[in-house]
């Protein structure tokens, strides 16, 4: 486990490291531990550039008002849009393309709680549209400007890191996987689609993190009785821990110039996708590789040409959705 004073010691190099100016996405970054990590960023950089996307504008505004007092001289950006729809994640990109020649980080956090499998008008699976289609659109979308950082690349999904295993491969957008194994393909299916994006992409590093159980407004319609049950990890520590994913060297792309801040006394290297640094990070709420009978059944899953066929049932949706939405 890396502790949480290893994960702030880490953090609070941020601003010596990274002197130029940072620049950082936040998708899901109204709300819970999206708008946290945004937060924490502001406090330990020296005058970043933090866009924070959300369908809701009067929390957008809340979150820059608070990012300005936090660090006045960053700079604070909000883009209404609708992630669970593709039109929604292409145009959110254009935008950020029209302004910014790289990017250094882009951190996804969007979802709901909504086991109802209800469909976006796109034809697919909110869940897992919030989860996975969307955010693989926005990596595919923006990693011509994060291959562009001088400094720093690296994309962060908070999700179910550490919480793969099966994947229904006859229903990739789980309409009808039992509720009991839906976290598992999901997170699964996240992150072979990660691993599949990461392949063209070798100078950026990607964390699929787990922050364990957070009291978000995600949670807001959980039964009283149900919360009293559960441990949660604090708001605040999640925060810092998801800027740690974000920016520690811990999980480094395959080139070292940007791999973040150097490793602390007793951190080692976490191991990507192919076994060694770079790629994929699936990572548990400590901050930790998944166990290893995960990481194994994940080999597997890349042995058995699974992740190709991740990766084809997800362009053909795209290209399902594009034609569809560029005739009107
Ligand atoms: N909290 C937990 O215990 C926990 C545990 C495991 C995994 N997770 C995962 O962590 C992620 C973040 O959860 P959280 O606890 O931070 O939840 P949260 O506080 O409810 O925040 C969710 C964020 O997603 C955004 N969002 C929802 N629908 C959207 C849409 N259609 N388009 C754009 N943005 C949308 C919301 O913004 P707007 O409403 O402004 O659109 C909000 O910023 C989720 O994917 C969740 O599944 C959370």
């Known amino acids: 486990m890396v502790s949480l004073s290893q994960v702030r010691a880490s953090n609070s190099l941020i601003s010596s490291t990274f002197s130029e100016k940072l620049v950082a996405v936040f998708v899901g970054g109204t709300s819970g531990i999206g708008e946290e990590t945004a937060k924490c960023l502001a406090k330990y950089a020296k005058s970043p550039r933090i866009y924070i996307a959300g369908r809701s504008r009067d929390a957008g505004d809340r979150v820059l008002a608070e990012c300005k007092r936090i660090n006045p001289s960053g700079q604070y950006i909000f883009c209404k849009s609708d992630a669970s729809l593709i039109r929604g994640a292409d145009e959110l990109c254009n935008e950020i393309k029209k302004e910014e020649g790289f990017i250094n980080l882009l951190v996804m956090s969007q979802g709901v709680y909504d086991f109802s499998r209800s469909v976006t008008s796109e034809g697919l699976h909110l869940l897992a549209a919030l989860n996975y289609y969307s955010r693989i659109r926005i990596i595919q979308n923006l990693m011509p400007l994060l291959e562009q950082a001088p400094f720093l690349r690296r994309i962060v999904s908070v999700g179910g890191g550490g919480h793969e295993g099966s994947l229904d491969t006859a229903d990739f957008q789980a309409l009808n996987v039992p509720l009991e194994n839906l976290r598992e393909h999901l997170s699964t299916l996240v992150t072979l689609g990660l691993q599949a ?132």
């Open 197 to 328: 994006v990461a392949t063209s992409s070798p100078e950026v590093s990607i964390v699929h993190g787990y922050p364990g159980t957070v009291k978000t407004s995600l949670l807001k319609d959980v039964p009283e009785e149900t919360l009293k049950t559960m441990t949660f990890i604090p708001l605040e520590e999640c925060g810092e821990r998801h800027l740690y994913l974000a920016t520690s060297s811990k999980y480094s792309p395959l080139k070292s110039e940007y791999a973040g801040i150097p490793l602390g006394d007793g951190v080692e290297v976490a191991l990507g996708s192919g076994g060694q640094a770079g790629g994929v990070y699936s990572i548990r709420e400590d901050c930790e590789n998944a166990p290893p009978e995960v990481m194994q059944k994940l080999a597997e899953l890349g042995a058995n040409g699974v992740m190709e066929e991740v990766w084809s049932h997800t362009l053909e949706q795209f290209a399902r959705i594009e034609e569809n939405y560029k005739k009107h």
